[in-house]
């Protein structure tokens, strides 16, 4: 069974920052999961969310009340603010990271990068060649065969994290262009906290047996020790806490 960090670390870490990755590190996940997002002059930065008010405060902890979006701010400008002390004290100076520190970090380890989708197809490029320069298993989420073709298409060998369509004949497509070991299928566990899922994404034995056949199982909204048992019963290969 594998561990994914989701969001790049631990509970009591600030999520997706350095010391959320460094506690993965020492918490021995597998796996490390983050969100890519371009800033205005073309850094690329690691913040979930398209604006850094729920993560981020004033460098005294004070809430940032206009809304202020990644895409929008440059790197220096986002170096203004603080993106650990609202997760506690001891974070405080806290930079919103680059994803080459991470990379940096990761280089030559054996854990495995998932970098979500926040960056379009038609913007990837420039990430795709930021991943050549390291030693970093990185795999990449897609939801649509255009984003998969892109990615080998400079990545000839990447690992693929796919949480499209999910029929027998999508994953069929999918498998065809993947093979199964660089293949993750991942669905969700059907929690409240995830009440905007589709029926064609919540786990059941049907659907999860589907995707084994062609894939690497992963589910996530893994959240409390149950949901742990039930995404093993499941089958699952791979769970996301």
């Known amino acids: 069974m594998i561990f994914r960090s989701h969001r790049g670390g631990v509970y009591y870490t600030p999520e997706n920052t350095m010391p959320a990755f460094r506690a993965a590190l020492e918490s021995k996940f597998e796996q490390i999961e983050t969100d890519p997002q371009y800033t205005r002059d073309g850094v690329i930065v690691l913040m979930h969310d398209s604006t850094i008010n729920r993560t981020c405060r004033h460098k005294d902890g004070s809430l940032i009340e206009q809304p202020l979006r990644v895409c929008d701010m440059t790197y220096d400008e986002l170096l203004n603010y603080d993106a650990g002390i609202c997760k506690g004290p001891q974070f405080k100076g806290t930079p919103v990271p680059k994803l080459e520190e991470l990379l940096q970090l990761l280089d030559g380890t054996d854990v495995l990068l998932d970098l979500d989708k926040k960056i379009t197809t038609e913007e990837i490029e420039p990430l795709l060649h930021l991943v ?10 897609c939801a649509d065969t255009a984003r998969i073709k892109k990615i080998l298409s400079i990545l000839p060998d990447a690992r693929i994290n796919y949480d499209g369509k999910n ?3 999508d994953l069929a497509e999918i498998a065809a262009l993947v093979p199964r070991k660089q293949l993750t299928v991942w669905i969700y566990l059907d929690k409240p906290n995830y009440a905007w899922l589709t029926d064609r994404d919540k786990a059941s034995p049907e659907l999860c047996a589907r995707v ?8 996530a909204n893994v959240t409390f020790p149950e949901d742990v048992r039930e995404a093993m019963l499941l089958g699952a290969d791979i769970i996301e806490v």
């Open 132 to 141: 050549k320069k390291y030693r970093v298993n990185v795999e990449f989420s």
């Open 167 to 169: 029929t027998e004949k």
């Open 212 to 219: 084994k056949k062609y894939a690497v199982l992963g589910i």
